[in-house]
């Protein structure tokens, strides 16, 4: 293994918080492998970029020697995750969370070393659970540690309900810790209470408690909310080379850094030398974020095929294959405008209603990606090309 230092250097990189740092580095100095756990829920077919930041962090303790344990919560996904709810979720059927974690398997072994992975299921030791076993882990935290959770606070303010499974969950996630002897846990910013618990549920169980490393979440596509397919703002695992190349090339480029940073395999130094270059004027930052486009085009799908996606944004967005006089309008800033009334109000249609109706007939492309919600919204400070029909476009310049 490598050196304490150069370990904690690559396991850094990108991290939120780690709890705590010290301790890690002492186990590290052991030179006994970790067993790095993280839990997905398949609540969802597919996964999005989003998603990947935490496969991303596991890769790299993987290329450290230590031992990655990719939980599928097909129990606690029946259950479903309060975090960040502002309403009880609808649950899943067994059958449903079966399907979607068939789908998970094809896409993370695109980022893990699948002969260094270790598959689990929590519903492995879930569904041998008795009563008397549930009563006991539930012995283990009160309602006043659980209703301290944000997102709980919330919704009782609101006079909202909590349902009691909801309650459960946190204590079920932490178990997972608690049956698989974990060392570290990673999850999102969002997740360290869940977190947090299986570190309390490893004491009451007598175990050492695991550290605990938490990722940030990653904006979208408009750069302001975490990405989520329901907001219309996810770049997925599935996406057409071509749609996944024109998404990642429709990001502002202060967003630019933070997907390198969380997404690609450019080593510390280099994305360093890469910022100087295009602070300088020495890197237009359009080419560096064309070779990330690449990069995770072809992580997903091939090097062949981010080839003929680089090929044919170039094809696509080359001035001498669009109209001299394509008029030119200055965004709005870090607000955002529902598509439908930047169309009208830059006259690309007479209405919002004919807008409505040329996006869902298929003929409007952004940043020649086609549209297909009529809600879609567009933020200010970025750059686009709008096309309607064949012959209309129009360019947002960031304002």
């Given at each position: 293994m490598l050196p304490v230092q150069e370990q904690l250097k690559t396991i850094r990189r990108g991290v939120s918080e780690i709890i705590d740092e010290k301790e890690l580095a002492d186990l590290l100095a052991s030179g006994k492998p970790l067993r790095v756990k993280a839990g997905f829920d398949p609540t969802a077919p597919d996964l999005h970029l989003g998603h990947t930041v935490l496969l991303h962090k596991m890769r790299q303790f993987q290329k450290l020697g230590h031992e990655v344990i990719f939980l599928i919560g097909d129990f606690t996904g029946m259950i479903g995750d309060p975090t960040g709810r502002s309403e009880t979720r609808k649950n899943l059927t067994p059958q449903e969370v079966q399907e979607n974690a068939k789908t998970y398997l094809q896409q993370v072994y695109k980022i893990l070393d699948k002969d260094k992975t270790t598959i689990a299921y929590n519903s492995e030791w879930m569904n041998k659970f008795t009563s008397v076993n549930m009563i006991e882990l539930a012995a283990h935290y009160t309602v006043a540690r659980m209703l301290e959770r944000d997102d709980f606070q919330k919704r009782?303010?609101?006079?909202?309900?909590?349902?009691?499974?909801?309650?459960?969950?946190?204590?079920?996630?932490?178990?997972?810790?608690?049956?698989?002897?974990?060392?570290?846990?990673?999850?999102?910013?969002?997740?360290?209470?869940?977190?947090?618990?299986?570190?309390?549920?490893?004491?009451?169980?007598?175990?050492?408690?695991?550290?605990?490393?938490?990722?940030?979440?990653?904006?979208?596509?408009?750069?302001?909310?975490?990405?989520?397919?329901?907001?219309?703002?996810?770049?997925?695992?599935?996406?057409?080379?071509?749609?996944?190349?024109?998404?990642?090339?429709?990001?502002?480029?202060?967003?630019?850094?933070?997907?390198?940073?969380?997404?690609?395999?450019?080593?510390?130094?280099?994305?360093?030398?890469?910022?100087?270059?295009?602070?300088?004027?020495?890197?237009?930052?359009?080419?560096?974020?064309m070779n990330l486009a690449k990069e995770i085009v072809a992580c997903y799908n091939s090097p062949e095929a981010a080839e003929m996606a680089l090929a044919e944004f170039e094809n696509v967005f080359k001035k001498k294959n669009l109209p001299e006089d394509i008029p030119v309008v200055q965004g709005w800033g870090e607000t955002s405008q529902g598509i439908c009334n930047i169309l009208k109000d830059n006259k690309m249609t007479d209405s919002t209603s004919a807008a409505r109706r040329l996006i869902q007939q298929g003929s409007v492309t952004v940043n020649g990606e086609k549209i297909s919600d009529i809600n879609q919204e567009l933020i200010g400070n970025q750059e686009y090309l709008i096309k309607v029909g064949k012959k209309r476009f129009l360019k947002i310049q960031p304002g």
């Amino acid at each position: 293994m490598l050196p304490v230092q150069e370990q904690l250097k690559t396991i850094r990189r990108g991290v939120s918080e780690i709890i705590d740092e010290k301790e890690l580095a002492d186990l590290l100095a052991s030179g006994k492998p970790l067993r790095v756990k993280a839990g997905f829920d398949p609540t969802a077919p597919d996964l999005h970029l989003g998603h990947t930041v935490l496969l991303h962090k596991m890769r790299q303790f993987q290329k450290l020697g230590h031992e990655v344990i990719f939980l599928i919560g097909d129990f606690t996904g029946m259950i479903g995750d309060p975090t960040g709810r502002s309403e009880t979720r609808k649950n899943l059927t067994p059958q449903e969370v079966q399907e979607n974690a068939k789908t998970y398997l094809q896409q993370v072994y695109k980022i893990l070393d699948k002969d260094k992975t270790t598959i689990a299921y929590n519903s492995e030791w879930m569904n041998k659970f008795t009563s008397v076993n549930m009563i006991e882990l539930a012995a283990h935290y009160t309602v006043a540690r659980m209703l301290e959770r944000d997102d709980f606070q919330k919704r009782l303010a609101k006079n909202l309900p909590v349902s009691i499974h909801e309650l459960m969950y946190p204590l079920i996630q932490g178990y997972d810790s608690v049956a698989l002897k974990s060392d570290l846990e990673l999850g999102g910013t969002d997740q360290k209470f869940n977190l947090l618990v299986g570190r309390d549920l490893q004491r009451a169980y007598g175990q050492k408690p695991q550290l605990v490393l938490t990722m940030p979440l990653l904006e979208g596509t408009d750069g302001v909310q975490k990405m989520s397919k329901s907001l219309g703002n996810s770049i997925g695992v599935l996406d057409a080379p071509n749609d996944m190349f024109g998404k990642i090339m429709s990001i502002s480029d202060d967003l630019m850094w933070r997907y390198y940073e969380l997404l690609s395999q450019v080593s510390a130094e280099e994305l360093e030398n890469l910022k100087k270059q295009a602070a300088s004027g020495e890197l237009n930052p359009k080419h560096a974020k064309m070779n990330l486009a690449k990069e995770i085009v072809a992580c997903y799908n091939s090097p062949e095929a981010a080839e003929m996606a680089l090929a044919e944004f170039e094809n696509v967005f080359k001035k001498k294959n669009l109209p001299e006089d394509i008029p030119v309008v200055q965004g709005w800033g870090e607000t955002s405008q529902g598509i439908c009334n930047i169309l009208k109000d830059n006259k690309m249609t007479d209405s919002t209603s004919a807008a409505r109706r040329l996006i869902q007939q298929g003929s409007v492309t952004v940043n020649g990606e086609k549209i297909s919600d009529i809600n879609q919204e567009l933020i200010g400070n970025q750059e686009y090309l709008i096309k309607v029909g064949k012959k209309r476009f129009l360019k947002i310049q960031p304002g």
